[in-house]
């Protein structure tokens, strides 16, 4: 159970304790190499993405795509 009021460094630190506890660590390092930070200036694609679109179209793209799940 997690303790109220932890600071980044004691979660990072409780989450690494938790991944090596059930995954072992050949299994914690898969699960980290899963993720990487990632490149480009997010914002700016967003923008790109979401240029001129109205509330009406994203909603309308959101039930388009939940129905094709």
Same mark, same amino acid.
């Given at each position: 159970?997690?303790?109220?009021? /932890? ?10 304790? $938790?991944? #090596? +506890?059930? /995954? ?7 699960? #980290? ?7 480009? +200036? ?8 979401? +240029?001129? $679109? ?16």
């Amino acid at each position: 159970m997690m303790r109220k009021g /932890l600071s980044l460094r004691e979660i990072r630190r409780e989450g690494l304790a $938790a991944l #090596l +506890d059930r /995954l072992g660590p050949v299994g914690t390092i898969r699960f #980290l190499q899963q993720y990487e930070t990632g490149r480009g +200036d997010y914002t700016e694609e967003r923008r790109r993405w979401l +240029d001129g $679109a109205t509330v009406p179209e994203l909603v309308e793209g959101i039930e388009r795509r939940r129905k094709a799940e």
